[in-house]
């Protein structure tokens, strides 16, 4: 296969945990395209946030698409808004909490998965909503 492609009307979308303020629309990884990384939109509701979390061996990658937050490296607090790109290292802690008034997205990429495309997967299947297409195809 030379290529894939992605229609987001036709992403699957999950939450890990009931709990969870954020949610993921799977674009590629390796149960969609035998791929050792893994590449998602992540959605945060306001005031929502990743729970505090290490990576042994994965680089994760956000990059802001719409909204505002704060990222939690180790000890320092550094604020994101549309267009900023953060890579964190494995072995550093970190949060991504949304401030904003609306919903924070993300380009979230992890090389290599390291689990997380099958932790994401075998989450609480849910709807991509309406606003976050209309955000996620430039009209928001």
């Known amino acids: 296969m030379a290529f894939s492609a992605v229609q987001l009307s036709q992403a699957k979308a999950f939450r890990i945990s009931p709990k969870d303020t954020n949610y993921f629309v799977m674009l590629f990884d390796g149960a969609s395209d035998r791929i050792a990384n893994i590449f998602v939109i992540e959605i945060f509701r306001p005031g929502g946030a990743t729970p505090p979390n290490v990576h042994a061996t994965a680089h994760e990658f956000f990059h802001v698409l719409h909204g505002e937050g704060i990222a939690r490296c180790d000890d320092k607090t550094l604020p994101i808004k549309k267009g900023d790109?953060?890579?964190?290292?494995p072995g550093s802690e970190h949060?991504?909490?949304?401030?904003?008034?609306?919903?924070?997205y993300t380009l979230t990429v992890m090389t290599p998965n390291e689990g997380f495309a099958e932790l994401i997967r075998n989450g609480e299947p849910v709807e991509i909503e309406t606003d976050d297409l209309r955000v996620l195809q430039g009209a928001g």
């Open 95 to 104: 949060v991504i909490e949304n401030t904003g008034a609306g919903k924070l």
């Open 85 to 89: 790109s953060l890579l964190l290292h």
